[in-house]
């Protein structure tokens, strides 16, 4: 944290919330320039979110406690086991819901988001399906963040932050 921060604060929100305006700008040039816009990010994103809050957010609570508990005690190889076991699971959860969207993406969109048109729902899946990719490295990136957390560093991840909000640009 950097040196007249008040205690309990991170510049990390401040560097998210930049990231947030760069995607934002993004987005809205795509729609200006005759594509879906926000009207296809949005929902995309949540779609792309669900598994990630349904199985990763829970499962990494779930294995933080322990993960602390281990780092407090210095126990280096149980929060090397607890990582493992947590980049496992998200990473067969992870890519199964992939395997899920990329097959099924259109009928899937179809079916949830009935009362928009069928263009608009194509491009929801194609949008839903692209960040997908990216699905398990933002899983197992949540997982490090834990980690890091738990060796009571947060002077990693918010460099990390930073350098990939950088490169987002």
């Known amino acids: 944290m950097p040196a007249g921060s008040p205690p309990g604060r991170s510049p990390r929100p401040s560097s998210a919330r930049l990231g947030y305006l760069v995607t934002v700008k993004a987005v809205n040039a795509g729609g200006s320039a005759g594509g879906p816009g926000q009207n296809g990010y949005g929902p995309a994103f949540l779609l792309f979110m669900l598994p990630h809050s349904l199985v990763t957010v829970s499962l990494v609570t ?33 890519v199964l819901a992939f ?14 988001f009935f009362r928009s048109g069928h263009s608009e729902t ?21 997982l490090f963040q834990r980690v890091f957390y738990a060796l009571e560093d947060a002077r990693t991840p918010f460099l990390v932050h930073c350098r990939s909000s950088r490169s987002s640009r």
């Open 99 to 112: 395997a899920g969207v990329a097959a099924l993406g259109p009928d899937l969109t179809g079916t949830i």
């Open 62 to 94: 779930a294995l933080f406690t322990r993960m602390s508990r281990s780092a407090a005690d210095g126990d280096t190889s149980g929060v090397r086991r607890d990582l493992s076991v947590g980049l496992r699971l998200t990473g067969v959860a992870t």
């Open 122 to 142: 194509d491009a929801i899946a194609a949008i839903t399906t692209a960040m997908m990719v990216g699905l398990v490295p933002f899983s197992a990136q949540y």
